[in-house]
Nanobody, 123 residues
Framework: QLQLVESGGGLVQFGGSLRLSCAASGFTSDYYAIGWFRQAPGKEREGVSCISTRGGSTNYAGSVKGRFTISRDNAKNTVYLQMNSLKPEDTAVYYC????????????????WGQGTQVTVSS
């Protein structure tokens, strides 16, 4: 089965940048959605961005559009989330997740999850 490992989280100042990585292994299909989700204390887990392994189409939550960019390196089986202009409200545990098929922002549809990486943005 798919194994996902996130890295790149940390503490950053307001307006700073981070790049998260999600390394995947164990693919058994060529059509997956790889999504980034985040969960802040007291809030529901929300979809942040997603990229398809078929064609590379992307999706973004409105709150991050224009600041975050998702990309992939198929040779490395790695998906990246470049986060710029970070705000304190971006503070959360960030997870990468995968599902067979198309992108969506509903976490219950994703069967495979990484362990999460903490992103903290100071004010």
């Amino acid at each position: 089965q798919l194994q996902l490992v996130e890295s790149g989280g940390g503490l950053v100042q307001f307006g700073g940048s981070l790049r998260l990585s999600c390394a995947a292994s164990g693919f058994t299909s060529d059509y997956y959605a790889i999504g980034w989700f985040r969960q802040a204390p007291g809030k529901e887990r929300e979809g942040v961005s997603c990229i398809s392994t078929r064609g590379g189409s992307t999706n973004y939550a409105g709150s991050v559009k224009g600041r975050f960019t998702i990309s992939r390196d198929n040779a490395k089986n790695t998906v990246y989330l470049q986060m710029n202009s970070l705000k304190p409200e971006d503070t959360a545990v960030y997870y990468c997740a995968a599902r067979r098929g198309y992108c969506n922002g509903y976490y219950r549809d994703y069967a495979y999850w990484g362990q999460g990486t903490q992103v903290t943005v100071s004010s």
